[in-house]
């Protein structure tokens, strides 16, 4: 019946977990100041996931194979994803 909330294994709701500071009370002022930040974040990941795809389907339509593990470094953020 959990599963149907939309509650997490501990009983809390997921969706409120970004919206509480470290000692578990609701801090919406943290929450608006960061939502920008987690935007551009999930954007990046969103970006280097698509980049990873166009780069696997070059490499198999050149007759290549990757072999080890692709590691980008964001110019602008210096955010490394691996």
């Not at 990941?45 to 780069?55: D, P």
Request: proline letters at 0%; one cysteine or more; charged letters at 35%.
């Amino acid at each position: 019946m959990n599963e149907s909330l939309g509650r997490g294994k501990k009983g809390g709701d997921c969706r409120l977990n970004r919206k509480k500071n470290k000692e578990g009370y609701i801090d919406m002022t943290a929450y608006y100041g960061l939502q920008s930040q987690m935007r551009e974040d999930a954007d990046l990941e969103k970006a280097v996931h698509c980049l990873i795809h166009v780069i696997r389907n070059q490499a198999e339509l050149a007759g290549f194979q990757i072999e080890n593990r692709i590691v980008f470094r964001h110019r602008k953020t210096g955010k490394v994803f691996r």
